[in-house]
């Protein structure tokens, strides 16, 4: 993304509001006063423990904490939240409620305040801001927010009739609906939590961004030259709206373009809803909310997916396919949007390809062979892969079983850090080496995510459970023997309310569970997944590995020999049985 700032002038007038209509403002000044004083308190506490013999993985993971803990944090008022960092020093709503949510394993606190802070800032007409600053003013106690909605007050935009003009939308991603519901779940591990106050707050939002959508952002009349679009289509303005500033793929394309993203953004928002009816044990509105996430679901296969080419193109306001194969595909699996052969194909064809996504450093934002592609330095989503993009990817392809290929990312990424030991927003794909700058919040949540689903404990909400890896190898560079494959020893722990999660691996030979002090499991050798519910029992051993592996699991008493080929999941049984549960394709990188 990049940083827009507001002229002096247009800071605030006798009503606190940036625009015409004081109902939907394009920025507004919010004083910490007028805003709800419920934080939902008490939180649960969670933390992690790492250590690792791997000296520039620990390094990396050290730096990572520290940059979390102190430069990336900050107090907005009354909420304490986690910032974007690198140089990034608002919350942006296409980032810090997932952030937020992955921080959850480390601070729930953190994780409850970065989406309520989008929520308390809402626009009446159901509107989140895209961006929410924190203004200090000694002459308003702590200060007041700036939730900001569109671009303005930039030159390119002069005052008319004493308003600024929206230039542009603000929505830069609309990440959450889903963060927020997952982010809740961990209010559930202390007593006496208000997680339904905070899920009843939450679902009245989500309805009225949902309003918003239905709207302003389904169908639309014709206009400008471009055709009108009938109900069922979801579009954007343009590409700002899911972060793409200065994106060079929409070049010569009419607005408004119909857009993977915003039928994304709708998915994920009706599918969250009606999680969160089956939180409160309203099983009628559950159904309508599947419902509803369903027939988006099915705009979006319909209008965008090339069944021949497997991948999603947008369209632009002339009804024109805009020819350009970008990683939002990756986007739209992170909500789940996609069905599973679609996913399925765009791993296979696309993500995997070395001509395309999977370079040195993988996920570029468009493809390297495409015309639209600029291996620059600037920063607008045309090129060089993004730390955000790495973040995604996490949830993107474990949402659908890639575990194995997101393994391989995940070894690439672990290399191009620890290259330089630096976390900045972009990486040099065919080199891998990290680009300027440094302390970015999404690289180093994903590194986090990275370390936890190879060599530590992973907390799946979205199916209740826990994964405890052991990857066959992760290769870091030594400074003076260039890459190498460290057979490391990990220990890594876990804490969930009043529980202790402890994971060992003692290198290439094997790795154990624990539960405050009781062993779980033992498996050999280490280079497999093992999926236990949130109580530490034993539910299936997965295959993140790109070969075959024999393994041999231990649980109490009981022996499991299993033969575990990549992406598949053996549900184990107490008497000593197990059974191929899933089998999702493996793709290996290829030309």
């Known amino acids: 993304m990049m940083l827009y700032y507001l002229l002096p002038s247009l800071i605030?007038?006798?009503?606190?509001?940036?625009?015409?209509?004081?109902?939907?403002?394009?920025?507004?000044?919010?004083?910490?006063?007028?805003?709800?004083?419920?934080?939902?308190?008490?939180?649960?506490?969670?933390g992690v423990m790492y250590s690792t013999t791997d000296a520039t993985l620990q390094q990396a993971m050290d730096k990572g904490t520290i940059s979390q803990n102190s430069t990336n944090r900050a107090s907005f008022g009354g909420f304490e939240v986690l910032v974007e960092?690198?140089?990034?020093?608002?919350?942006?709503?296409?980032?810090?409620?997932?952030?937020?949510?992955?921080?959850?394993?480390r601070d729930v606190k953190i994780a409850i305040h970065n989406?309520?802070?989008?929520?308390?800032t809402q626009r009446l007409d159901g509107r989140f801001a895209g961006v929410v600053n924190h203004k200090n003013n000694g002459t308003q106690g702590e200060g007041y927010l700036r939730p900001e909605y569109c671009l303005t007050g930039s030159n390119s935009c002069p005052l008319i009739n004493n308003c600024s003009p929206c230039c542009g939308s603000l929505l830069q991603g609309m990440y959450l609906a889903s963060s927020a519901v997952d982010a809740a779940w961990y209010m559930g591990l202390a007593k006496d939590n208000q997680q339904h106050d905070f899920l009843r707050e939450l679902q009245e939002s989500l309805i009225k961004f949902n309003n918003w959508t239905d709207t302003t952002r389904n169908g639309k009349t014709a206009e400008n030259g471009s055709a009108a679009l009938p109900k069922g289509t979801l579009w954007l303005p343009g590409s700002q709206d899911w972060g793409g500033d200065g994106f060079d793929g929409y070049v010569n394309s009419t607005s408004p373009i119909v857009s993977m993203d915003m039928h994304m953004y709708a998915y994920d928002t009706c599918n969250s809803l009606a999680l969160i009816a089956d939180m409160l044990g309203n099983t009628i509105n559950s159904t309508y909310w599947e419902a509803k996430a369903a027939t988006v679901a099915g705009w979006m296969r319909t209008k965008l997916w090339d069944e021949g080419r497997s991948a999603c193109f947008d369209h632009d306001g002339e009804g024109k396919i805009v020819d350009v194969l970008m990683h939002n595909n990756l986007r739209a699996m992170w909500g789940g949007v996609f069905s599973q052969d679609m996913a399925d194909a765009f791993v296979r064809d696309h993500l995997m390809n070395t001509s395309e996504f999977f370079t040195t450093a993988p996920l570029p934002s468009i493809a390297v062979n495409s015309p639209a592609f600029r291996n620059g330095l600037r920063n607008d989503w045309s090129g060089p892969p993004q730390g955000l993009t790495?973040?995604?990817?996490?949830?993107?392809?474990?949402?659908?079983?890639?575990?194995?290929?997101?393994?391989?990312?995940a070894q690439r990424f672990i290399h191009s850090v620890s290259l330089t030991g630096t976390f900045p927003q972009q990486f040099e794909p065919f080199s891998g080496v990290p680009m300027a700058g440094d302390h970015y919040g999404p690289s180093i949540m994903a590194l986090f995510g990275y370390v936890e689903l190879s060599q530590g404990i992973f907390v799946n909400v979205r199916n209740r459970s826990l994964y405890w890896s052991a990857a066959p190898f992760i290769h870091t560079r030594n400074k003076t023997s260039g890459i190498v494959n460290v057979p490391t020893n990990v220990n890594f722990t876990q804490r969930l309310g009043m529980q202790n999660f402890t994971q060992n691996i003692e290198g290439p030979a094997k790795f154990g569970g624990y539960l405050d002090g009781w062993n779980l499991f033992t498996c050999e050798p280490a280079s497999v997944r093992v999926r236990t519910d949130l109580y530490g029992n034993v539910m299936s051993v997965i295959g993140i590995s790109s070969t075959t592996?024999?393994?041999?699991?231990?649980?109490?008493?009981?022996t499991y020999s299993l033969t575990v080929k990549p992406n598949e999941e053996w549900s184990v049984y107490a008497n000593g049985t197990a059974t191929l549960a899933r089998s999702v394709p493996f793709t290996m990188p290829h030309s």
């Open 549 to 558: 592996e024999n393994v041999v699991l231990h649980i109490g008493s009981m």
């Open 115 to 120: 989406s309520l802070i989008f929520m308390r």
């Open 390 to 409: 790495y973040q995604r990817a996490i949830r993107a392809l474990t949402n659908y079983g890639h575990h194995a290929e997101l393994l391989l990312v």
């Open 85 to 105: 960092g690198g140089g990034y020093t608002a919350v942006w709503l296409e980032t810090q409620p997932m952030a937020g949510q992955m921080y959850a394993t």
């Open 12 to 46: 605030s007038n006798a009503h606190g509001y940036v625009g015409c209509d004081p109902e939907q403002p394009y920025s507004r000044n919010v004083s910490m006063k007028m805003l709800p004083d419920t934080l939902y308190m008490p939180f649960p506490m969670t």
